[in-house]
Nanobody, 127 residues
């Protein structure tokens, strides 16, 4: 049974930092597409960052490039999202997604249609 559990959200002031974690279980962690999406009130869900686990490629939305970093710990089966220089536009519910199919590459569409999502962790940035 695939499970994704997010943690690390919270409230920070603009310019602050947070680190989100997504602990995965129920599937092999190696060479899998995993990532973070977010959804703000009244807006559609959007991709934030994705990673092909086991040292593979990464992808970032333009709005978070150079501020956010996605990483993984294979031993802990955990994906992280380090968020720096946060601004109020980053306020959203952040969701972890996974595609348990083994892959050699990973694009946002491999996750956006996935059946496997965490429950989300709220990030609120005040000005």
């Amino acid at each position: 049974q695939v499970q994704l559990v997010e943690s690390g959200g919270g409230s920070v002031q603009a310019g602050g930092s947070l680190k989100l974690s997504c602990a995965a279980s129920g599937f092999s962690f190696s060479s899998r597409c995993m990532g973070w999406f977010r959804q703000a009130p009244g807006k559609e869900r959007e991709v934030v960052a994705i990673i092909l686990t086991d040292g593979g490629s990464t992808y970032y939305a333009d709005s978070v490039k150079d501020r956010f970093t996605i990483s993984e710990d294979n031993a802990k089966k955990t994906v992280y999202l380090r968020m720096n220089s946060l601004n109020p536009e980053d306020t959203a519910m952040y969701y972890c997604a996974a595609n348990p199919t083994r892959r050699s590459y990973c694009f946002p569409e491999h996750l956006s249609g996935s059946d496997y999502w965490g429950r989300g962790t709220q990030v609120t940035v005040s000005s």
